[in-house]
Nanobody, 121 residues
């Protein structure tokens, strides 16, 4: 069974920084892409950033220049460094792994349960 687990959420003041981590575990050969989504109360889940196994990154326009996604392929771990956080970015942040290739030949998409980020004004 493959799972991803997020950590690093918490309370931060506006303008502050947080670093989220997400580790995938289980029987994994490789993971094509890992990324972060967020969902604020009353809103739909939206993509924040993603990174491929080759290191190609993609960011939502609203976080460009402030957030940085990185990845350790050997550890099947992805990080999200968030700087200059804004109160409106308060949300549950979810980790997503796409193209999880397993020894049994499966290709999975796996979601974490989320970690809460609260940005106070």
């Amino acid at each position: 069974q493959v799972q991803v687990v997020e950590s690093g959420g918490g309370l931060v003041q506006a303008g502050g920084s947080l670093r989220l981590s997400c580790a995938a575990s289980g029987s994994i050969f490789s993971i094509d892409a890992m990324g972060w989504y967020r969902q604020a109360p009353g809103n739909q889940r939206e993509p924040v950033a993603a990174i491929t196994s080759g290191g190609r990154t993609n960011y939502a326009d609203s976080v460009k220049g402030r957030f940085t996604i990185s990845r350790d392929n050997a550890k099947n771990t992805v990080y999200l460094q968030m700087n200059s956080l804004k109160p409106e970015e308060t949300a549950v942040y979810y980790c997503n792994a796409k193209g999880v290739n397993t020894p049994r030949g499966l290709n999975l998409e796996v979601w974490g349960k989320g970690t809460l980020v609260t940005v106070s004004s």
